[in-house]
């Protein structure tokens, strides 16, 4: 299995080689030179095993270069009940991503893919934990060590820690602006001991945290040096992990070969449902791929219109689903590069055009029509739309549901077909996100029992000035190299 550049860079490369790397040399986002396809008959073999094995039987389709056993073990140490046991009572833990049946609405079945049971309660977990051992594995193989640097307002950053904390080879430097994440999002980080994981409180906003990351990677020098690296959205095994529990998903929901599935993902960057499209590339009997945006709705203009536009940071609103606030998506390349028909040239030009003019218009094209092909159509939701969903599946399904998956369940019911279930991602719980919880039930979200208390917890962090030399040093200090 050989990985390419959506931006025609023509040095094949690995698995192992793009693991631990972010863009391709020439800026595109690298990708399969063919999706590997899974069979009818494979698909309903697959219906008996457990998640870790289908994890296995779907990653060793993308990467042939780490040995079987080694592959099958690293399965099988990341998903595991105990670590994805937050579930809600009734849920079968034992599935990793449970699937629960809200109801019957447009002649189908809407329901919940719980992907947020992991030890951070966000679906960030599904595919981080499982890099956190790919990296511990790939780094002792090659005797190399990585210092993984990040910026983060809460969710990514927390995925990162808990995938990372205690391996062998990795530290983890974190800044996040002093004071500004909630009491629970602190507490869940910087509650953390182990001795590789690094929390800076850095005396600023989120954006000064961003601008020293990208200070620190722009002196090559000290990056090689320090070894530094990240773990952002568009790395490929992020997105191959997510493609799992799709399948697991459409194994869930169905009975028999050839049953189709639609699935709605509340989206930001593009990730998780990136990891859709390529199931479905792969032949899973996917029906609709629905992408739910928020109040940043660069993606929904995108399908409805043909013209993709990215925002301003300024332009950017804060909602009450953080995680979907995205000024441009960076894993879109992927899935317009397939829509180009992997015409690098063609796709060079379009992102050229997203840097120097912040867009480009496919509206009226032949590969704008072959969305309704690959079966994407979309929705937006607001703040009050948000609120509403919470409220009205607590009355009518007795669950509590969180802001993102809120925009979810909203959109997913603009585009219900009668006898296709509607599978809408549950992206977070609602433990996180408890403002909006009180507003819209006027009580505080349930707690997963692990998380009672976290407040309280004694807390490890460093205080850091707004200044991207003090953290060179702080981070040269604590690498000693
Ligand atoms: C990251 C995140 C999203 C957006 O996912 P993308 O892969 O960026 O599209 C949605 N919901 C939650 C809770 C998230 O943490």
Not at 54 to 82: G, H, N, S
Not at 113 to 133: C, E, I, R, V
Request: proline share 4%; aromatic share 10%.
């Amino acid at each position: 299995m050989n990985y390419q550049s959506t931006r025609g860079h023509d040095v094949p490369q690995t698995f192992s080689e793009i693991l631990l790397g972010g863009l391709a040399p020439d800026g595109g986002l690298y990708l399969p030179k063919q999706y590997p396809q899974v069979t009818a008959d494979e698909l309903e073999a697959w219906r008996k095993l457990p998640y870790a094995d289908l994890a296995y039987e779907v990653l060793r389709k993308f990467c042939d270069d780490i040995p079987e056993d080694d592959l099958r073990a690293l399965t099988r140490k990341t998903y595991r009940a105990e670590v994805y046991g937050n579930a809600r009572a009734g849920d079968n833990t034992a599935d990793i991503t449970p699937l629960r049946t809200l109801g019957e609405e447009g002649g189908t079945k809407l329901q919940l893919l719980g992907l947020s049971n992991g030890p951070t309660l966000a679906f960030k977990d599904m595919a981080m934990q499982l890099l956190g051992n790919l990296f511990e594995y790939a780094l002792a193989r090659a005797g190399k060590e990585l210092n993984i640097l990040g910026a983060t307002s809460g969710d990514t950053g927390s995925a990162a820690e808990y995938a990372m904390r205690g391996k062998r080879g990795i530290r983890v430097f974190m800044l996040s602006p002093h004071r500004k994440m909630s009491a629970f999002q602190t507490a869940q980080m910087f509650s953390l001991q182990d001795p590789n994981i690094f929390n800076l409180a850095v005396e600023g906003v989120f954006d000064d945290c961003q601008d020293i990351v990208k200070a620190v990677s722009n002196d090559l020098d000290y990056k090689a040096r320090q070894r530094i690296g990240t773990v952002n959205s568009i790395n490929w095994a992020r997105v191959v992990a997510q493609v799992v529990y799709y399948f697991k998903g459409w194994l869930l929901a169905t009975d028999g070969p050839g049953q189709k599935v639609s699935f709605c993902v509340p989206s930001g960057n593009f990730g998780n449902v990136c990891a859709g499209h390529i199931a479905r590339m792969m032949g899973l009997p996917i029906d609709k791929l629905v992408v739910a945006t928020n109040e940043n709705d660069v993606l929904d203009e995108f399908f409805r219109t043909g013209t993709y536009r990215v925002r301003k940071s300024a332009e950017t609103y804060h909602t009450s689903s953080p995680s979907m606030d995205i000024s441009k998506a960076s894993n879109f390349e992927r899935f317009v590069f397939d829509l180009l028909g992997q015409d690098a040239g063609k796709l060079a030009a379009l992102f050229r055009d997203v840097d120097t003019k912040g867009g480009f218009d496919l509206s009226g094209t032949p590969e704008f029509a072959r969305i309704r092909e690959f079966g994407f159509v979309s929705g937006r939701s607001t703040h009050d739309d948000r609120v509403a969903t919470i409220r009205g599946v607590s009355e009518r399904y007795g669950i509590t549901i969180d802001t993102h998956t809120a925009d979810g369940v909203k959109v997913a019911r603009e585009h219900l077909t009668a006898g296709v279930p509607m599978v809408v991602l549950e992206t977070a719980l609602p433990a996180k996100f408890a403002d909006t919880i009180r507003e819209a039930l006027g009580h505080e979200p349930e707690r997963p029992a692990a998380f009672e208390g976290i407040e309280k917890l004694p807390q490890r962090f460093e205080v850091m000035p707004n200044d991207a030399a003090q953290v060179k040093a702080y981070i040269a200090k604590h690498t000693g190299l």
